[in-house]
């Protein structure tokens, strides 16, 4: 494959010829939709999961062989592969930038990442990528679970420090088809304190903003010394009080009307990188729960690079909402969403 700076070059820009490559590579698929030269064209502006269905359409048998799996699938490592969730694996074994896939097929698969993830935010998951990967598809695999089409079908890509998904709401009752997975590497291993190049620092920034804002009474109540596992991201549920999550960190009711003004400018920045309808979807499961309310803020001494005070790891949890921010030694972020405590989660 010719190599690029471009990640949309890099993947192969035509799409008026995936008509004849996707007929060729599905070999044995007796239809080929008629409106696919249409859909094709016109990807920038179909939804994620429409150009799903359409990879799904080109694949040949032993492509289906290896990508493909039935909705309740239980990957024998991984379990149920509709809901993994991990910093660094790959839900397949061919890569997306090899010679597996047609060059229109990557093009395909970046297609649905770009939709996933909001234009101003390409080039920074690009910068992730580069470091962290070598570049968009490079240790990097997809997974198509269940049938498009069939109410039950969802598009997976994984691979280090990105786990993303999308299913058009076949998986009920949660946010972006399931757990994702964000991170980055920018500077070594052992990043340095303040993150520099990190992309996802800005994130806990904000949410530093947030403790500056806290009184002597407050900071107590949201500091505490340990960590949970990072990947400690089941629903805890409501507590016994019925008033929110029984969990550690200062619940946001709690907090006054300018800090909880700052929190909100956190949950936004936490969901701009990703397409309106997941960050509506986040919202709308929110609120189900009981709003930011209900949820705690938590932030850990532990791992406090530079014991400089600006706190590295952080959490924002509620019911059924866990947004686990771990800074050091670079940055891993965990996302659970669902408007129930009962959905599980396979970390």
Known sequence: MTTSNNPREAMGLSRRKFLAHSAAAAGGLAVVPAALPAIAEEAPSRSAETLAGLLHASLSPEQRRQICVPWDYMHPKYGLLRTRIANNWQASEPDIASDFYTA?????????????????WHARFDKQLEDDAGGFGHSQSIA????????????????????????????????????????????????????????????????????????????????????PRENAIAFRGVAASGKGVDAPGIPVSELSPDQRAELEKVLAILLEPF??????????????????????????????????????NWRL???????????????????????????????
């Open 104 to 120: 229109d097929q990557q093009r395909m698969v970046r297609d649905i990442f770009e939709q996933l993830t909001q234009p101003e």
């Open 144 to 227: 198509l679970i269940g049938e498009p089409g069939s109410g039950r079908f969802q598009f997976l890509l994984t691979g280090r420090h990105m786990t993303l998904r999308c299913d058009g709401d076949a998986a009920e009752h949660v946010a972006f088809g399931g757990p994702i997975f964000y991170g980055h590497d920018a500077g070594g291993f052992n990043e340095e304190p303040g993150h520099p190049g990190n992309v996802f620092w800005p994130q806990a920034v904000a949410a530093n903003n947030v403790f500056a804002m806290l009184d002597g009474r407050q900071r107590k109540l949201a500091l505490v010394d340990r960590m």
């Open 275 to 312: 397409r309106t309808a997941d960050q509506d979807e986040t919202r709308t499961c929110l609120a189900a729960q009981g709003g930011l309310d209900a949820c705690r803020l938590v932030f850990y001494r532990q791992g406090d690079l530079g014991n400089d005070g600006v706190w590295d």
């Open 317 to 347: 949890e509620g019911p059924s909402f866990v947004w686990h921010f771990r800074g050091a030694p670079h940055v891993h972020v965990w996302v659970n969403v669902a408007d129930s405590a009962a959905i599980p989660t396979n970390a």
